[in-house]
């Protein structure tokens, strides 16, 4: 980790508005996502970090101390390796990628914005969009107590998506409900195995890539069905010995299916 002094710090302005806020201009096209954070920058934040910086190329970040206040004067700005574990980095701060693709806004003790391209985050926040955002709700009301702050950052970032839990739940026009309609052509016979195949899997990254989320018996069935799929080989010249054919996927993923709406 290198912690030679950045002289040029005027891209920060084009990341944080004078309200102490990222700034309307250079979110557009990105997306903001809180996470926990504790009274400095910790492990878990770092590899988030990390993570992000790799995926765009970043080959470092650069780091502003913050003072206290919206409109207040920065201090010096630093360039840091990707890998900020172990940088004695405490709020305010703010770190960034030299081409602005990303960044991470840390204005105080609890909790850390992270905002950025689609590159960014999906590599920053790979868990996706609505389930940290979910996750940082429930952490904020554990903490609600000792920090108040944090269930205001939670309204202004909530889920974009309901967390499905029933197939009538389902928004019609969302990926999930793309799965379920292969599943009801796979199983009448109007859909063969490799077009379900197929069909299945660009559905369910549409769908993580959304932030949809499925849980409860409804998330345990598709995983089931994800499970059945690792199984089953599009091309029968790449199947391996015990994977299931046609045939049997389509046996495998009926007897699932049945028994889900039987339930």
């Not at 765009?56 to 003072?67: E, F, I, M, N, Q």
């Not at 390796?81 to 172990?86: E, H, K, N, Q, R």
């Not at 195949?197 to 409804?218: D, I, N």
Request: net charge negative; glycine share 8%; charged share 20%.
């Amino acid at each position: 980790m290198t912690n030679s002094e950045h002289d040029d710090a005027s891209d920060l302005q084009s990341v944080l508005g004078s309200n102490g806020a990222f700034a309307p201009s250079w979110l557009r096209d990105k997306s903001v996502i809180p996470v926990p954070a504790g009274a400095q920058l910790d492990a878990a934040l770092a590899r988030r970090i990390a993570a992000g910086c790799h995926a765009v190329g970043a080959p470092y970040v650069l780091a502003t101390k913050l003072a206290h206040g919206p409109g207040a004067l920065v201090g010096t700005t630093s360039r840091l390796s990707t890998d900020a574990t172990g940088t004695d980095i405490h709020p305010p701060f703010m770190l960034r990628t030299p081409d602005l693709q990303g960044a991470v806004f840390f204005p105080q003790s609890g909790y850390a914005l992270i905002a950025g391209t689609a590159a960014f985050m999906a590599a920053a926040v790979a868990e996706g969009p609505d389930t940290a955002r979910a996750r940082f709700g429930r952490y904020a009301r554990a903490l609600s107590d000792r920090h108040p702050a944090l269930s205001v950052v939670a309204a202004e970032y909530e889920p974009q998506h309901r967390a499905w839990s029933h197939l009538d739940d389902i928004d019609p026009a969302s990926a999930a409900a793309r799965q379920v309609a292969l599943l009801d052509a796979f199983t009448d016979g109007t859909c063969g195995a490799p077009d379900f195949a197929h069909g299945w899997w660009e559905a369910r990254r549409a769908s993580q890539a959304s932030g949809e989320r499925v849980q409860g018996a409804l998330g345990d069935f598709f995983d089931q069905v994800f499970m059945i799929l690792e199984d089953y080989s599009v091309d029968p010249e790449f199947a391996e010995p015990g994977d299931l054919d046609d045939a049997g996927l389509e046996a495998a993923v009926r007897t699932a299916w049945n028994a889900f709406r039987q339930q």
